[in-house]
T-cell receptor
Framework: DGGITQSPKYLFRKEGQNVTLSCEQN?????MYWYRQDPGQGLRLIYY???????QKGDIAEGYSVSREKKESFPLTVTSAQKNPTAFYLC???????????FGPGTRLLVL | KNEVEQSPQNLTAQEGEFITINCSYS?????LHWLQQHPGGGIVSLFM???GKKKHGRLIATINIQEKHSSLHITASHPRDSAVYIC??????????FGGGTRVLVKP
């Protein structure tokens, strides 16, 4: 079954702690994306990657970091510098940037 | 002002009714996407269009490039159509810009 998976479904972060959200796809897609969704707001782009070992900042990259060491994987780290991390995080992938994006089920991050 | 505006923000319909959701954008685009977000949070891509009209089952999407406007229609609506519908546009660069979504509730 081809698809895109995210884990965990729920994640709790303590103050000052870094946490990493996982995103894996077996669709052989070159492009991958991380979005943040806050209640009542549209999706906002955090980072995106068009190809392995390359990534670009999106609109709200501050306090986040990513890596793209493998085509299938695009993990997102929420650092302690992100002062308001509570949100729903969605990962997506596509054959190329601007093409139809396939979304993972999302990770809900809560701060304790 | 947001680059992508959707209307209405919320919509309630009775089962069987025809539903229209609107999306207006302020920049030149190369493509427009309609997405559906289920109550659990998962998002599914419904359409990608750059001109004209596309139909899939009871869903129809249209776009008017000159007027910078797109509509998503749901015919013979059903409670399982209850979801948030999101419009997104691809303008310059390689990123999508998203509207705030339209929350649709279809009552039996």
């Amino acid at each position: 079954d081809g698809g895109i998976t995210q884990s965990p479904k729920y994640l709790f972060r303590k103050e000052g702690q870094n946490v990493t959200l996982s995103c894996e796809q077996n669709l052989n897609h070159d492009a991958m994306y991380w979005y943040r969704q806050d209640p009542g707001q549209g999706l906002r782009l955090i980072y995106y990657s068009q190809i392995v070992n390359d990534f670009q900042k999106g609109d709200i990259a501050e306090g986040y970091s990513v890596s793209r060491e493998k085509k299938e994987s695009f993990p997102l780290t929420v650092t302690s510098a992100q002062k308001n991390p509570t949100a729903f995080y969605l990962c997506a992938s596509s054959t190329g940037t601007g093409e139809t994006q396939y979304f993972g089920p999302g990770t809900r991050l809560l701060v304790l | 002002k947001n680059e992508v505006e959707q209307s209405p923000q919320n919509l309630t319909a009775q089962e069987g009714e025809f539903i229209t959701i609107n999306c207006s954008y302020s920049v030149g685009i190369s493509a427009l996407h309609w997405l559906q977000q289920h109550p659990g949070g998962g998002i599914v891509s419904l359409f990608m269009l750059s001109s004209g009209k596309k139909k899939h089952g009871r869903l129809i999407a249209t776009i008017n490039i000159q007027e910078k406007h797109s509509s998503l229609h749901i015919t013979a609506s059903h409670p399982r159509d209850s979801a948030v519908y999101i419009c997104a546009v691809k303008a310059a660069g390689n990123k999508l810009t998203f509207g705030g979504g339209t929350r649709v509730l279809v009552k039996p």
